[in-house]
C-alpha cells in the first residue's frame, strides 16, 4: 500500500548541545521515511536565528555549505511529505519570522482542524500570511497573545482543534508542545548536557541519545539553561495516538508510548493467521517494506514459510521519467517486482497494511499472477479505511476511500484476489493492547469536533 | 567605478495581456543592470496569484518550467542586488502573502526611510514579519486599512517616508505607486489592450511597448478591465528624483524625466572638458560600461581622441574563483584590463562615474600607469559623494565615503593620479537642465525627515 | 556486510524495438543494484550512434532531455560500480568510438585479467587509449582485426582471458558476448519483435520481455534484421559462474544458470542452521538487504522466529554528510540501525552474506550489543574469502582480506561475536547444486591463467 | 556581426610555475571571449596527469573542488566554441590519452584541413578514434612516430595541412607549436623562473607574465627544466595570419604580429571616413563591442560625433529563453537595442566589422529605423567575405556568404541602408601594414591546398 498514505511530516529539536544543526541533520536523516519532499533546520547561537531549508530529501536539501552557516546550540528542524509540488518554498518548514518579541522559528507534525477559521479571523484582525502552513496560525496567535512567551504559548494552543506536535524555538529557548489528544508522537531525549525531542525515538539512537520519555497530552516542555520544565496548557487531556502511527508511518524499530511498532505489526499479522486456520497456502509473502513485520507474524503463527515474493527496487527517486505510455500505467512496477521463481504455481498469503484507493492492491496482486501465482489470498493488518481524516493523515474525501463504497467482497473481486480477509477492530484493539487510540478513520468516531 | 555602488532592484509589471510572465521576463531581462543576485515574477489569472523566483540572473532564477507554470494576464516581477548573501530565499520578491481580501504580491524599488519605526508599530499590534523586505510593511499597512483597496494603499502610502516605487498585484487588478517626492522613477506604456509598467523605459523597446507616460510623484495607477484611472494619496509632491540614477545605475538608453541618460552623461563630460583648457593630454579614456557617455563627451568638447584604453571582461559570472592569494587583491583586474599598447607612454585623462571608498579608482589608476600611461588625470562625472543615502543607494554609513573624509588633493594622493576633478554642483545642474532631483548624497539636503 | 564488495557493473541492451533508449532506461533501472556510480545508454538508427551517459543513478544520469535525444531501435545500455571518483567521465560506459568499418558503441561487465599486456602490445602498434576502460582494449583489437565483423570479434574475443559479458552495437546491428568460462551471467528475451540482453533477468519482468536463455560460455549472439544467429569464439568453454553473484551481487528476483538467487539463498541459510542444532537462541537476524533470504531459511529450519532486529535507512544517498567528528567512526549507523527493544536481552543469530575486512561485520555486532542484545551468534553464508579475485570483484589484495590473515576463532573474536561460523565449501555446493561455478575467492583454484 | 563569426578556440599553457592549474584558469578567463561553450585544463604534476572539463564559462566548467584536484607545475588548458551541441563531452580539450610513451594531453586552435584524408588512414591503419577533435588526429600521429618525441612531432606536424596552433603536455614537458602559415596567433612570456604561452598576449596581463616574443610559423618551442627550446618542423615557412583574428576574434588589447588589436581596426574606420568626404551625417554609431574602435576611428577622422546608439545587453547568458512567438524573430533585441532619443531623426554612419549571412545586419539597421533614425550608412570595417574558409573560421560554405550572391547595391538593398560600404582590399592592407595575412576570404587565395 506503499505510495498511498503519507503523513505530513517529522520533527526534530536540540537544546544546549554543540553542532545542534550537525546533530539535527542525523535526527532528520533517521526521521527521512516521514517525509521525502523538503527539509529544512532553524538554529539559534543565543543572540539571532538563521534558517536554511531545501527541496528533496535532507542529503539533498541541506549542503554541506549551507550546514556550515547553522552556528549555535539550540536548533528544530523538519522533514516534510507535501503533495503541493515542488515551487511553493514558503511553506517549507522551518518557519522563521521575525515578531514583537523577537525571532520565533517553529515546525509542526500533524494538522489543525479549525485552521481555516483561525485564519480568517486573525486575517479579520490584520494579520496576513505568507505560507499555508499550520505553523504560521501559532505564530500568529502567539504574537497577538500576552503576558510571557509561555503564557502566549498556552493561549494559542487552547485556540488550536485537532493534531500537533510543535517545537518552537527563540533565540534563547526551545518548547515542544504536544495537543491534548497526544495524536501525533513525540519524545524527548538526553544527550550529554543537553536535550533532543523528536517525533521518532528511532533518532535518538543515532545520535546517541537517551530517551527519557514522551511528551504528555497537552504538555508544554520548555528548555532552558536551568533544564527542562514541564507545564501544561489544558488539564482536559487523553490519550489517542493515531492508530495509522503504527499501521504505517512510524519506523519498525521506533517505540510509541511503550510499544514497539515492530513487535505490534508482527502480533496484528499473527491474529491474523489465528483466523486463518483453514486455509491452504503454500507461503506468506509481505509487500516490502512496512507490511513485512505482519508478514513475519503471520509466518510465525500459521507455519507457512515466509518468503521474499515481492522485491522493491531501493533505487526509485524522486526524478524516475515514466518514458513510454505503454509502461505508464503500471508504475507500480519501477518500485515492485514479483519473484517469479518463487512465487509461480504456489498459493499465496498476501500481508499488506491497508488499503486506500484500492488500485495499488490490484497492481500488486496483478503483478503476482502474471508471475505464476495459484492464488493470492489478500490479508490487511488493519480493518478497513472507510473515514477521511482530520489530523494530518493524506486521507481528505470519503470518495477516495474504497472502502467507504465496495463490501468486502466486492473490494476482494476489485482487486482480483482469491480472498480478502481485514484485521478487525477487536483484533486491532488487541494487537494494541487497548483502546487508547485514535480509530477514527476506521470507525469514525472522532476524537475532536470536526 | 563598477561594483561599488548599488541600488536596490528594478520592477516590471504588466496589465491585460497574454502571456504576461513571458513579456515580465522579457523586461525583466532589459532591467537587468539594476540587480543580479535574484529574480522573480508573480502571475495572476483572474483566481488567484502564483509566483515563482530564484537567485541569480533572469535566465537563471526562472527556467522555462517555472515560466510555464505562471498562467495569466497581469503580473509583476523584479531584479534584486543584495549583500545579504544566497540563503536568504523569503527576501525574494515578489512578496506573495494571502490576507483578509484575497492574495497579494508585490514589488518594490527603493527603501522606506521610517522602516524600523513602521515595522516597531505593526508588531506592537501583532504582525509578524517573515522577510526583512519592505513590500512587506506595505502589505501588513494595507492589510489594517479600511475601505477599498485603493483607500487602504492611500492610507498606507501616507505613513510610507523615503523613496518607493511600487507594484501591487491582486487577483483582478494591478497597482502602481510613485513616491511624492519622485525619487525612483516608474513609467507606464501601452502595448496592444494592455500596459506595462517598468522602472526604465529600455525595457518597454525590447517587448515593442509604446511609452506613456512616467508616473506622478504621489501617483497611484491602477490598472482595471475598464483602463488606467489615476489617483493621488497626497497632494504634497515634488520632484526629486534620485541624480544616482543619472551617474550610475540607469541604462543609456533609457529616458528619465524627458532626459536620455546617454545624452546627460555625455553632457557632464562636455563641462568637466571645459574647465581643461589647459590640461596637455593625450587621449581620453572611459571606465567601462558606465562612464563611456561621459568620455564621449569629454573627447568631443576637447578635441582629444577617444581610446579605448581600458578593457571590460564580459565574462565575470557570480561564481568566478579568485583562485590565488597573490592575485587576489587584484580582483579588479579579473573585470578590467589596461590596453598597453595603447596607453604605454601616454597622458591619459580617465572619466569615470564616481568616487565612493576610492581603492577601485587607485586600482584602475595603478592599472593605467602599470601599462606605462605617462600620466593619468582622473575626471569624475559627480560632485564628491560626503553623505550617507537613506533612499535605495547603497552607501550606508558616512565613513565608507572617501569624499567625506579627504579633500580633493588627499584623494588625488591617495588614488596616484596626476590631476583629480569632480563635476561641481552647478556644473551638474547645468548638464541636468534643473535643481529638480534629490542630490543629498552630494549636499546633504536630503528630501524627508531622516 | 554491505558497501563492502561491488562488482564493476550491469549490461542491458535491446534490438529492433521502437523506443529502445527508454527500455534500455528500464532495464538498467532493474540492474541499478549492480552499480550507481554511472550511467550511459548509447543507440543506434541505422546510420549513426549517439550516446548520454553522466554520474549517479540511472535516474540522475539521464535526464528525459537526453533520453529525447537518443532516437532508434537498438541500443546498449550500462550501470557502473567504481571507485575511481567523479571525474573521470571517459570511463562511463558506453564507449562510442568511430573506427575504419563504422562508428562501434561497447558496454562492458567483468574483468580482463590479461588487460595490461594487451594495452602494452597495443600501445607497441600505435594505439592511443583514451580511458582506463576494458572495453577499449576490445575495440582496439577488432579495429585491428581481419574480415567480417564477426572474425574481428571472435579473434579479438579468443586474445582476451578472464570474466567478460561485452554488448557491442554498430550501425546496423548487436553483438552479444560471453566469455568462455561463463564468469559473468548474460541472458537475451523476446519482447515483441525484437529482443532484449541482459545481465540478469530481473530486468526482463520490468519491460514485459519473455527470457529465450542464458548465452552459453563463449557465445557470441549477433542481432540482425533477420533474427538471432548464434556463433562461437572458442570450443574450449565451460561453465564457471562467479558463486558472488549468488552469494551478493544479484537481485533475489533473478534466475541465473536456473536457479533462483532468493531460493539459493534461503537454502544456505537452512545448511547453516542444520550445524547449530544445539545453540540456544532467540531469533534470528538477517543484515538488510542481502542476507534476508539466507535468515529466511535459518528460521525456517531452525524453527527460532525471524526478527526485524536490524533496519536499514533507505535514503543514503551519495551525497550524505558525515557532519560530526565524533560520529565519522560510526558509518555504519547512518544506513542501519538496531532495534532496540526486539534484540534487548536476546541471544540472537545474526546471518551475514560474507565478510570482506571485518570492519562492517564488528560495527554490526556492537551496533546490536550496544542496543542490549544479550548474545550475537555470527552466521555467515559464504566460505571465509580468502583469495584476491582477477574476474571483476572488487577485492584486490590479499592483505585486504581479514580471512587471510585470522583464523576463524581470531576473527570472532575481532567482530566481537559470541560464536562465528561460516558456511563450508562443501556445503555452499550443495546449496548451489553443483561445482560449475568460480569459487577461487574461496579456494584459490582460478579457471584461467591469472 | 556579433553571433555569426566564430572561430574555434584559445589555449593557453603553462610551464614550471606553482599553482598551473590557477593560473591557466585566469589565462583562460581573459581568452574567455574565444569560445564559452566549454572549458578544460589538463595539469601534470611530473608523474601524471590529470583532466578536468565542463560546458560553460570557465567559471561554470571549472569549480573551485576540480581546480583543487589539479596540482602540478605544468599545464594546458583550452576554451572552445562548438554548434555540436551539449552532449559531446568526448570534445571537450584538452584531450588526455594514454599511449607507449605515458600521458599526454593536447589542445588545439585552428583547422586541419587534410583532416579527413588523415583519419581514413589512420583508422586504416587501425586507429579508433573516440572523438571529432583534430587534436586526436596529432596524438594518434605521434604515437605511430618514430624517435624522441620531438622527433615524431616534428613528423606529425609535416603530414598536417591547416592552421593550428597546438599545445602538448607531457608528464615531464610542454611542447607549443605553430603552423607553417603562422596562421593562428600563439605567443610565450616569461614569468618568475617558469613560461606561458597563450592565443593571445591580453591574458598575460592578467597573470603579470612578460610576453618574450610570439612564436615564428613552423616552430615548436620545448619547455624543459633546462629552459626553452626552439625547433622547427619545415623550413617552408611565411607569415600569413588569418585577417579575421583583427576583424573580429581578438581582444582589443592583444597585440599580434606586433600590431595592437584595437589600434588597427582604429585605422580601419579612419581609412572608411577617408573616402566618405561628402557624406551628410549626424553621427557615428558603431555595433557593440567589436565595431567600437572602428567607429572610434571613423568619428576621429570625420569629424562626425561617437554616439551610444546602440546598447548591448550584457547578461545575455546560454540559457536564455526566447518565450514568445511573436518575439522570437527579433533575436537581436534580446543583445542589442537601439537608443532611441540618441538616433531619432538622426543620419547616422553605422560601423560593423563584416557582413557574413547579412540577416544580422538587416536586423541591426532596422532596429535602428524603428526607433527612428532618419539614414543608416553601413560601413563595413573589412572587404566582402566571398570565399570559405578551412583554417578555423566557421564560414564552411558559399552559400552561407550573401557578399558571394549579391553585388554590393543589392546587399544593401537587402539590409534596408541608405548606403553601404566596404573596406576595399587595398586599404585592408594599408590599415594592416603589409600583405603578410591570409585573406582567403575575402580573395580567394588560400595558402595551402585545399
Given at each position: ?101 523577537g525571532s520565533l522559528a517553529a515546525v509542526h507534525n500533524g494538522q489543525i482542524a479549525n485552521a481555516r477559521e483561525l485564519r480568517e479571523e486573525l486575517e479579520e484582525q490584520g494579520s ?323
Open positions: 500500500m506503499q505510495g498511498e498514505l503519507h503523513e505530513e511530516c517529522g520533527v526534530f529539536g536540540v537544546y544546549h548541545l554543540p553542532g545542534a544543526a550537525n546533530l539535527t541533520y542525523l535526527g532528520l536523516h533517521a526521521l527521512q521515511h516521514r517525509g521525502q519532499e523538503s527539509a529544512g533546520i532553524a538554529v539559534s547561537d543565543g543572540d539571532s536565528i538563521r534558517c536554511r531549508k531545501g527541496h528533496g530529501l535532507v542529503t539533498e536539501a541541506l549542503s554541506s555549505q549551507k550546514l556550515a552557516e547553522l552556528r549555535g546550540e539550540n536548533a528544530v528542524g523538519h522533514v516534510r511529505y507535501s503533495t503541493a509540488g515542488g515551487g511553493e518554498w514558503e511553506n517549507i518548514q522551518p518557519l522563521l519570522v521575525r515578531a514583537k518579541m496576513i500570511f505568507s505560507s499555508s502552513s499550520d505553523s504560521e496560525i501559532l505564530l500568529h496567535l502567539i504574537q497577538r497573545g500576552r503576558g510571557s512567551l509561555l503564557e502566549k504559548l498556552q493561549d494559542a494552543c487552547r485556540r488550536l482543534e485537532g493534531a500537533f506536535a510543535f517545537l518552537v524555538l527563540t533565540e534563547q529557548s526551545l518548547y515542544a508542545i504536544r495537543d491534548c489528544n497526544g495524536l501525533r508522537p513525540l519524545s524527548v531525549a538526553r544527550r550529554g548536557q543537553g536535550y533532543c525531542v523528536s517525533s521518532e525515538s528511532c533518532a535518538f539512537h543515532l545520535i546517541e541519545a537517551e530517551e527519557v520519555r514522551e511528551l504528555e497530552p497537552g504538555e508544554i516542555l520548555k528548555f532552558t539553561a536551568g533544564g527542562m520544565e514541564s507545564h501544561r496548557y489544558t488539564a482536559d487531556t487523553r490519550h489517542r495516538l493515531c492508530a495509522m502511527e503504527y499501521v504505517y508511518f512510524a519506523r519498525p524499530d521506533s517505540d510509541i508510548e511503550g510499544r514497539n511498532v515492530h513487535s505490534l505489526r508482527r502480533r496484528t499479522g499473527r491474529l491474523l493467521a489465528r483466523r486463518d486456520k483453514d486455509l491452504k497456502a503454500d507461503m506468506v509473502v509481505g509487500v516490502p517494506d512496512s507490511s513485512l513485520s505482519a508478514a513475519m507474524g503471520y509466518s510465525e503463527e500459521s507455519g507457512l514459510p515466509f518468503e521474499m515474493g515481492l522485491i522493491k527496487n531501493r533505487y526509485v527517486g524522486r526524478t524516475f521519467i515514466q518514458p513510454t505510455q505503454e509502461l505508464r500505467d503500471s508504475g507500480v512496477k519501477m518500485k515492485l517486482a514479483a519473484n517469479r521463481s518463487v512465487v509461480e504455481g504456489k498459493r499465496l498469503v498476501l500481508l499488506d497494511d491497508s488499503i486506500v484507493r484500492g488500485t495499488t492492491s490490484r497492481r500488486i496482486v496483478r503483478l503476482l499472477k502474471e508471475a505464476g501465482a495459484r492464488e493470492v489470498h489478500l490479508r490487511i493488518a488493519s480493518p478497513p479505511l472507510r473515514y477521511p481524516c482530520f489530523y494530518g493523515v493524506d486521507i481528505s474525501t470519503q470518495e477516495e476511500l474504497i472502502s467507504a463504497r465496495l463490501s468486502v467482497p466486492e473490494l476482494c473481486r476489485f482487486v482480483g484476489a482469491d480472498s480478502l480477509r481485514f484485521l478487525t477492530e477487536q483484533e486491532m484493539q488487541e494487537a494494541y493492547g487497548g483502546e487508547d487510540f485514535c480509530f477514527a478513520c476506521f470507525d469514525g468516531r472522532y476524537v475532536t469536533r470536526v
